[in-house]
Each structure stands twice: as structure tokens, then as C-alpha cells.
């Protein structure tokens, strides 16, 4: 998969050096992944919430941190729409993009 805006975890990064180990290796794996739907996701990160057949948020140091993502399936593209605590996501417009 191509992930794109790797900006909003690069400043994520900055914010909370605690998470860089494991959002790097979340990255590394999306971009090594070749998944074909969110079945497949869910497979791999069976804690990651499938909103709709689109949007998974991805949870990421035991539930402390949360990345929100687009993805594309026939493109191959992972789109981070938001990264952010626990906090944060409770504030997020989760389920935006279910008519797109």
C-alpha cells in the first residue's frame, strides 16, 4: 500500500516521542501490506475499528494513541486522516467519508 500524509504523523511524532517506535513500525507495515479489504485489516490489527468500508482507526500504544484512515483498496492507497490521543479522537467526525 502507498501511504499518504505521512506530514500529520511526522508532527504526531514530534508531539509524542513515546509513540514514534510504534508508529513507525505501523507504517513500515502499511506500506509492506497489500490488503484488499478491511477483512484483510482486520486480520492484522484485530483492535482497529472498521467504521465503514473506507474509514479504520487504528489503535496504536495499547489504545493510547488513534490514527484515522482513508484507504483505497483498487488504488493501494492508505490516506492518514488524523492522528491523535484518545482524547482527540472523541472529537473527530468519524464516518465522514461512507458516501464518498
Do not use: C
Amino acid at each position: 500500500m502507498t501511504l499518504h500524509n505521512k506530514e500529520e504523523l511526522a508532527s504526531f511524532k514530534r508531539k509524542h516521542p513515546d509513540a514514534v517506535g510504534q508508529i513507525n513500525a505501523w507504517e513500515a507495515e502499511v506500506e509492506a501490506a497489500d490488503w484488499q479489504s478491511s477483512h484483510r485489516v482486520k486480520e492484522r490489527y484485530s483492535h482497529a475499528s472498521i467504521i465503514n468500508r473506507r474509514e479504520i482507526v487504528f489503535n496504536i500504544s495499547g489504545n493510547k494513541y488513534r490514527i484515522w484512515v482513508l484507504i483505497s483498496y483498487l488504488n493501494r492507497i492508505v490516506k492518514v486522516i488524523k492522528a491523535g490521543t484518545h482524547r482527540e479522537y472523541d472529537k473527530w467526525d468519524i464516518g465522514k467519508y461512507s458516501h464518498e
